[in-house]
């Protein structure tokens, strides 16, 4: 594990998939509309699927592990709050500092 300095940063961006969502609503027992039927998330107010917010939140767990501080940090915690919905191909970026 690296030493971790005042001031670092590391981000990373990804874009999620139709097919990842699908997966992770299998995998978090997640099966809320609005991700998965683009039939019913036209009808909310976010106009189209929406990717699950942990999933996007998930992205901080590889940031910390692979990159910042990197290999063998345990990951103990993180505080959330969504103040924008994520749509399936939108590209996204999670920084940590």
Do not use: C
């Not at 969502?21 to 998965?36: C, G, I, K, R």
């Not at 009808?43 to 590889?62: A, C, D, E, N």
Request: charged fraction near 20%; hydrophobic fraction near 40%.
């Amino acid at each position: 594990m690296s030493k971790v300095s005042l001031g670092q940063s590391a981000s990373i961006s990804k874009r999620f998939s139709e097919a990842e969502v699908n997966a992770f609503a299998e995998l978090s027992l997640d099966f809320n509309p609005v991700h998965l039927d683009a039939d019913y998330a036209a009808k909310t107010p976010f106009g189209k699927q929406i990717v699950h917010g942990m999933l996007v939140s998930s992205l901080f767990s590889g940031l910390l592990g692979k990159h910042l501080p990197g290999e063998g940090t345990i990951y103990l915690g993180q505080d959330l709050k969504f103040k924008k919905p994520i749509f399936i191909n939108q590209e996204v970026t999670a920084t940590v500092e």
